[in-house]
């Protein structure tokens, strides 16, 4: 079982541990924090949150760690620079739907969901001396983000060495056998450990997954990189991002991403990329979404990008004033396709405007009459325009 359940892992500290707590037959108790750092959850949670899944099928307790305390210093993990804590309003607005999204993946009648501020808001400057008493500045070191900004004489935040700690002493408060991460994580799940023997308490085990590379296929997944794919991405639009990924990437998607097992990925990489990757993109938008919704998604991929037809069903904008000043660049502000003058400006310059099927170039450009015209943004992003 203990081989299982640390497939796809990268670390395992330590295996022979997992093998001694799995053998005490009882429900172990799993734990996987995420600090709110945006209101979408995406695949690359995903690969952990799966993995978390894999426990409560096999009826251990999945523990899901809401960071609302912790999101307040923000992790420093991977960053070059300093990070600046975070608004408490802008947290919780955050939070407000990552249980639903979880609920994707989990099954949220057996998840335990805790919030940190429970145990963290709750400690006195004493108590976080005392805390901070149990590590080292020559440990916190010892991680690599931060090692490197400090021979590199660069900022590190007194708040940012506080993370760990406070991320390890929810290890302590929930009596977590088990906590689940991204590789980038390894150092504060150890600080966990750490802390749980401090206490005198089991040390947890710590079981990290690989990072998923975003839609630019360079970077890890991130929403502040806009390179991420959402759970609650609307059909069409992630059967797309799907199709754009460069090949490089099909391995880690069909292993990370999906629920293929190892037979039906070797089968689905032999085929050409570009099939291999609309099997991709229909089996992701399945676990998501539903078979339905992946099948009209592959039809609407197939009539709008490769046949370069309109769409059938597109949102309208009714226009509420008339005049030859409406320009394609006013209309895509007024009808949603931009947030500004500035992104509209941009998309025309990468090409990514389109005006009854064919590209814009000149963002002044002014119909005699918008009534009936398709304004197009790329190639999920459509809207017939509408007279008043």
Known sequence: MADVLSGRCVDVFSKEDLVKRLAEGRPLRVKLGIDPTGPLLHLGHAVVLRKLRQFQDLGHQAILIVGDFTAQI????????ARKPRLREDIRNDMKTYADQAGLILDMDKTEIRYNSEWLGKLSFGDIIELAGKTTVARMLERD??????????????????????????????KADIELGGTEQLFNLLMGRKLQEEFGLAPQICMTLPILEGTDGVQRMGK????????????????????????????????????????????ALVLPPRDSKLLLAEAVVRLYHGEEA???????FEKTVVRKELPEDMRE???????????????????????????????????????DGKRVDDAQQAPESWDGRVLQRGNHHYVRIKKP
């Open 294 to 300: 992946a099948l009209e998604a592959r039809t609407h």
């Open 317 to 355: 904008y009714h226009l509420t004033i008339a005049g030859a000043d409406l320009t394609v660049l006013k209309l895509l502000v007024m009808a949603g396709l931009a947030g500004s003058n500035r992104e509209g400006l941009r998309l025309i310059e990468q090409g990514a405007v389109k005006l």
């Open 74 to 81: 923000g992790d420093p993990s991977g960053r070059a620079d």
């Open 224 to 267: 502040s990189l806009n390179n991420f794919i959402a759970l609650r991405e609307p059909p069409a639009q992630m059967f797309g991002k799907i199709m754009s990924l460069p090949d490089v990437l099909l391995r880690r998607y069909w292993e990370l991403a999906t629920t293929a097992d190892d037979r039906e990925i070797e089968k």
């Open 145 to 174: 983000d931060f090692s490197k900004r400090y021979f590199a004489q660069e900022p590190i935040g007194l708040h940012e060495l506080l993370y760990p700690l406070g991320m390890g002493y929810d290890s302590v408060a929930v």
